[in-house]
């Protein structure tokens, strides 16, 4: 069988060097006219990413990597740092979901929190092929995402297992409370929320843990190819930048031990996986307070260029 590492995209050294002049030289361009070319583009993914920044659509245009329509699209689905990571990403996230599916003592269902889940393509797929019985409840605010999820599980039969649940990911600690999990992931979705709102997630995420095989996969984000400058001024994406070291610092203030880190090719996301601290070591619980719905890449402050 083909080893996890050799299904990863790794570009060679030159490559790295070109996408980090380029990524450097694109942030020193005005937003506007970059927004005027993207605007003009006739790429799926580049309009998706206009219409709903951070979406799940655009990270579904990602991962299925169509034929390109033209040399834009080919550079958006296969030159961008963000897209080539995207899948790494994916493909490191499910080979965890696998080990913790084949890990975990086949004597009772595994159950599996996915929070910020898109359609949850990647843990359908999961399910769909191995033979223990795993349960699925998928958080996310999107309804088109949570629509499309139902369909995809329809189409798999798996009606029974994979829940969805259209809900702020902060809802979740209320909704699930006095449940426990043996796998919550948090994908694609922490790099959009401050240290203060992940610190009180993973905070409350603690009690919704197994407490003696449960685990937390979560991601950091470095910016190793320039590409926040762009995504905040011409999407008004802020994506906050967390190293191993740093996520693995929250962690630990929230409750957690690290037990392993991998990282994508070109060091973009950190992935973490982590256990939570024994019950008499723990922090005391941070009370939850009342806050606004968090919605990634739905910040207040957008940029008007014209
Ligand atoms: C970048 S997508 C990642 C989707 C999927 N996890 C993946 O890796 O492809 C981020 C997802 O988080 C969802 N999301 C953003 N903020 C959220 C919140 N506060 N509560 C629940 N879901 C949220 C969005 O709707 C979107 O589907």
Not at 237 to 250: A, E, F, I, T
């Amino acid at each position: 069988m083909e080893a996890l590492s050799d299904r990863l995209e790794s570009p060679p050294w030159p490559r790295r060097q070109f996408m980090k002049c380029f990524g450097w030289l694109r942030s020193q361009l005005p937003a506007n006219f970059l927004l005027a070319r993207m605007r003009k583009a006739n790429s799926p993914l580049i309009q998706e990413f206009l219409r709903a920044p951070g979406g799940w659509r655009a990270m579904e245009i990602i991962y299925e990597r169509k034929q390109p329509r033209n040399l834009v699209d080919w550079y958006a689905l296969n030159g961008l740092p963000l897209s080539i990571e995207a899948r790494n990403r994916r493909r490191l996230i499910k080979a965890a979901y696998e080990n913790a599916v084949s890990q975990t003592p086949a004597d009772r269902p595994l159950r599996i929190l996915s929070l910020g889940s898109g359609p949850a393509v990647e843990i359908i797929e999961v399910v769909s092929e191995c033979s223990r019985v795993v349960t699925v409840d998928a958080v996310d605010l999107d309804a088109e995402a949570i629509s499309h999820g139902r369909d995809l599980v329809e189409r798999a039969g798996l009606e029974g297992q994979v829940q969805f649940h259209e809900l702020d990911v902060r809802d979740c600690l209320t909704q699930f409370s006095g449940e426990q999990f043996d796998l919550v992931s948090i994908v694609g979705l922490a790099e959009y929320l401050d240290d203060e709102e992940l610190t009180e997630l993973l905070t409350g995420l603690t009690d919704l843990i197994e407490p003696h095989a449960g685990q937390l996969l979560i991601h950091g984000y470095q910016d190793t190819c320039s590409s926040a400058v762009t995504m905040r001024r011409v999407f008004n994406l802020h994506m906050r930048q967390r190293s191993g070291r740093q996520l693995s610092r929250l962690l630990s203030q929230s409750g957690f031990d690290v037990t392993d880190q991998q990282n994508t090719p070109l060091g973009v996301y950190p992935l973490l996986t982590a256990r939570p601290t024994a019950a008499e070591e723990s922090h005391a619980a941070i009370t939850p307070r009342e806050t606004v719905p968090l919605q990634a890449g739905k910040q207040r402050d957008r940029v008007t260029l014209e």
